[in-house]
């Protein structure tokens, strides 16, 4: 089986090359349920297959889990969706790396009676899956666009955006939203394209990672040392901006925004790394996609259209009119490490 899926068991802890212990056992009929997420290091995912864990122990489902190997990795994503099926899944959940490229595999599957649910992301069109658990990812991205407005009143903005990867419906959409929360041109929800306003001076693609994060941002101010104002697609990104930002001896005068909410997130808010970050909810977007896989099995009703799992503002520097929570809010319900 090729490493890059990473396909096991939930009940697995470690691969031996032993039989599984006896508390792995399930039930004959028990529900099988495959989780693919985008990759197995980022947090946010970690929490996610913790929940479906979870989720699927209390309703004695069992779990298969398999994730990409970065970022992009829609090879890896079809070969984990064939072995599930292969494994007997009749509900699969899924952050599709790719949301195009990945909806022939999906469709493939649907065929044979295998329901799907993506999480957090949208396969493209949306519709391509049964349904979709998410943050309104336009709404995250409104609510630090309106809370940066507030906060940079009588300054003239020099934005920078890092951004995650060109045509993904996540990264557009977080874009898009704080363009509009900022009161600058913007596309609606739907648009996967990244709209652009004399204002941003400079875009650059993190892929929502730290290290690529620094070195975009390390970009932008050779391109405009003069920016005042950092969106970010994600808060890994946010850190690898405030390291370059750091290393220029500029980081005391420009804000960064950002989405995600996991717990090095909001600790980056409540040292000032971070301005504010809208939170979502990983756990909650699993747990609902097994309860409905459950449902599946026992009387065959699928769950249809978008569910939205909630976003809120975290800050420690609230502004009049933007509504959000603090940082003791936001560590009681975040993610991670």
């Not at 899924?94 to 493939?108: G, L, R, Y």
């Not at 020099?158 to 977080?174: E, Y």
Request: net charge positive; hydrophobic share 40%.
């Amino acid at each position: 089986m090729p490493n890059k899926t990473r396909l096991n068991f939930a009940c697995v802890i470690a691969v031996t090359g032993l039989a599984a212990a006896a508390s792995c056992a399930f039930a004959a009929d028990a529900p099988v349920i495959g989780l693919i997420t985008k990759t197995d290091t980022n947090p946010f995912f970690v929490k996610m297959k913790e929940g479906a864990q979870a989720a699927a122990k209390e309703q004695g489902a069992k779990l298969l889990s398999a994730a990409g190997k970065a970022d992009g990795d829609n090879a890896g994503q079809v070969t984990a969706i064939e072995n599930m099926i292969a494994g007997g899944a009749k509900t699969i959940l899924i952050t599709p790396n790719d949301s195009k490229a990945i909806v022939p595999a999906i469709k493939k599957a649907q065929e044979k009676g295998v329901m799907f649910i993506a999480l957090d992301s949208p396969a493209d069109p949306a519709d391509a899956t049964d349904a979709l658990f998410a943050t309104d990812n336009y709404k995250a991205g409104l609510l630090i666009g309106e809370y940066a407005k507030v906060a940079m009143a009588g300054k003239a903005p020099k934005i920078a955006t890092l951004d995650l990867f060109p045509g993904h419906p996540v990264g557009a959409q977080r874009h898009n939203g704080f363009m509009k929360g900022f009161g600058l041109p913007a596309s609606d929800a739907k648009s996967n394209e990244l709209s652009k306003s004399p204002e941003v001076v400079c875009s650059a693609d993190s892929y929502g990672d730290q290290a690529k994060g620094q070195t975009a941002m390390e970009n932008c101010l050779q391109k405009n040392p003069d920016i005042n104002l950092v969106y970010t697609i994600n808060e890994p990104a946010a850190a690898g901006a405030y390291q370059a930002l750091k290393a220029a001896g500029k980081e005391k005068g420009v804000l960064i925004v950002s989405v995600d909410g996991g717990c090095a997130g909001v600790r980056n808010v409540k040292s000032g790394v971070i301005a504010a970050t809208s939170q979502q909810y990983p756990l909650k977007m699993a747990s609902m996609g097994v309860a409905a896989g459950v449902q599946y099995a026992k009387n065959g009703t699928k769950a249809k259209g978008y569910t939205d799992t909630g976003v809120t503002l975290i800050t420690d520097k609230p502004m009049a009119g933007v509504d959000s929570k603090d940082t003791k809010v936001g560590t009681e319900l975040c993610w991670g490490k």
